[in-house]
């Protein structure tokens, strides 16, 4: 079965520039979660989705963040305009409430180096 | 001032030893945990979970246990193997959040 797949792994971009990072969840999982890991502050939880809709974005650190969900398969995370202390690994996961527990299954990850 | 990064806590233990991996969770009203395991350039992987009506739980090779009383999580891997390397988060939350918080977690580094 494939896991939570996200594009771009690696992402290098200058100062100012739109960055855009994408999920696919894993089929029939219908919760998505963006975090950031950094070794400042650790794995921190963004935004995350329950049926593609917003529940929680508190952790969205500015406006320059932003997050969609337009379906079940696809979510994006936008930075706009990028900063270098944007830079850190951005996971996405996904679960489902199916399962008894409330396991999240993480993708591999995008690394992103603002310049 | 700006914080210093995270010191992450270190265990080294001998290839065939058992480790012991602690955690101290924050929320007396967290019922479900879960232990990740993620190695270098990948994202954080699924262990074990236990949920607080129970206050042990054992998988293959590893054995999670919990201590509502004073807080306290662990994992203990039997035989530890050298693809055992790696850093290692528990993560508390409540079935009505949904949401993890995790700890800082510990780097694990089996030696040969």
């Known amino acids: 079965d494939a896991g939570v797949i996200q594009s771009p792994r690696h992402e290098v971009t200058e100062m100012g520039q739109e960055v855009t990072l994408r999920c696919k969840p894993i089929s029939g999982h219908n919760s998505l979660f963006w975090y950031r890991q950094t070794m400042m502050r650790g794995l921190e939880l963004l935004i995350y989705?329950?049926?593609?809709?917003?529940?929680?974005d508190s952790g969205m650190p500015e406006d320059r963040f932003s997050a969609k969900m337009p379906n079940a398969s696809f979510s994006t995370l936008k930075i706009q305009p990028s900063e270098p202390r944007d830079s850190a690994v951005y996971f996405c996961?996904?679960?489902?409430?199916?399962?008894?527990?409330?396991?999240?299954?993480f993708g591999p990850g995008t690394r992103l180096t603002v310049l | 001032g700006e914080s210093v990064g995270l010191h992450l806590p270190t265990l080294s233990v001998q290839e065939g030893d058992n480790s012991i991996i602690n955690c101290a969770y924050s929320?007396?009203?967290?019922?479900?945990f879960i232990w990740y395991k993620q190695e270098s350039g990948k994202g954080p992987q699924f262990i074990i979970d236990?949920?607080?009506?129970?206050d042990k739980r054992q998988g293959q090779r590893v054995t999670v246990l919990l201590n509502k009383t004073v807080k306290h999580l662990s994992l203990q891997i039997a035989a530890t193997q050298p693809g055992d390397s790696a850093v290692y988060f528990c993560a508390e939350t409540t079935r009505s959040a949904r949401q993890l918080t995790f700890g800082s977690g510990t780097q694990l580094t089996v030696l040969p």
């Open positions: 236990i949920r607080s009506n129970m």
């Open positions: 996961a996904s679960t489902t409430p199916e399962t008894e527990v409330d396991t999240q299954y």
């Open positions: 929320n007396s009203a967290s019922d479900y």
């Open positions: 989705f329950n049926n593609n809709v917003p529940i929680d």
